[in-house]
């Protein structure tokens, strides 16, 4: 790649931009921290003391499984432990989510997006409510289709995997209703999987030390290989995001009244009049019935908590 390594990760920033799909380099596979027998450890002391941070379902899920739900659909009953260490056979896909809430992991996650911190902020400033998710996933085994609130830079450590990813404004591919309604209340239910997708996908396939950038909203699906594979996400917002999702959640608002609003971004001006109602709204959303709002939209957090 055309650019200086820069610790853990290696971007080309020459071309680096933030709602632009890109392949990175990282240097994780040899970690110590992202050995099984240390996430092994990570996710006893999650069951013993966090168990929330524990999402998993059984390979039974497929691409058009609604991930949200797929942990009660497609249950995998098997210890968070057990299904680390036996991942060959285990037949399921586990997430040790936010794991920045554990002192050594955070550390990890720190060490990630310190030294790109730096690079990210010239293009995109702000960056705040950090998190790290670690995926483990058997042999032939599916992440169904979905999009997730922040930038993501997804890293291969064990394993091969191929993961389609489509342009954040794809909106063949996800409306800019289902994006609103995502913003707004955190449902998947209108981002619904079609095969066809797959034509228009940004396909790659990773193997150790490769990993791929997402912004905001970029759907995405993975499959893994033959093998079983490992691989963490580290995520975070900025103020572009923060703008961006706020605009999303009154455009959820005025379209409940009946108001077809123009897509986020397809009108600057209208964009910059609408964005200082729409924190006006979430601020008083905290405090109301739908108390449910990211936190990421009410405070800028350093670091993301489990919600």
Not at 14 to 35: A, C, N
Not at 115 to 141: C, L, N, Q
Request: proline letters at 7%.
């Amino acid at each position: 790649m055309n650019a200086s390594a820069t610790g853990l990760i290696d971007f080309d920033w020459t071309t680096f931009d933030p709602w632009r799909i890109q392949t990175v380099r990282h240097q994780l596979s040899e970690h110590p921290l992202m050995q099984p027998d240390q996430l092994a450890a990570l996710a006893e002391r999650f069951e013993a003391g966090a168990p929330s941070q524990i999402f998993t379902f059984n390979n039974a899920a497929t691409a058009g499984t609604n991930l949200d739900a797929a942990w009660r659909l497609h249950p995998n009953r098997k210890h968070a432990a057990d299904t680390v260490q036996r991942i060959v056979d285990a037949k399921a896909w586990l997430d040790l989510r936010h794991v920045q809430a554990d002192p050594v992991y955070r550390g990890l996650l720190d060490a990630i997006l310190d030294t790109i911190k730096p690079h990210i902020e010239r293009k995109d400033p702000g960056m705040y409510y950090r998190a790290g998710w670690i995926f483990v996933a058997s042999p032939h085994t599916v992440t169904p289709f979905h999009i997730d609130r922040d930038h993501g830079i997804l890293l291969q450590v064990r394993g091969c995997k191929t993961i389609y990813v489509w342009d954040a404004d794809d909106a063949v591919v996800v409306s800019e209703r289902a994006r609103d309604r995502f913003h707004s209340r955190h449902e998947l239910d209108l981002v619904q999987w079609h095969e066809e997708f797959r034509e228009r996908a940004h396909a790659f396939h990773l193997r150790p030390g490769m990993g791929v950038y997402m912004p905001s909203t970029s759907p995405h699906m993975v499959e893994t290989s033959d093998d079983a594979s490992i691989s963490m996400s580290c995520t975070y917002s900025t103020y572009a995001t923060h703008r961006n999702a706020l605009l999303h959640v009154m455009h959820d608002v005025v379209r409940d009244v009946g108001i077809e609003p123009p897509a986020v971004g397809r009108h600057p001006l209208l964009d910059t009049m609408t964005y200082p109602c729409a924190r006006a709204l979430v601020g008083a959303r905290r405090f109301g019935p739908r108390a449910d709002v990211c936190p990421s939209h009410t405070r800028f957090s350093p670091y993301a908590v489990a919600d």
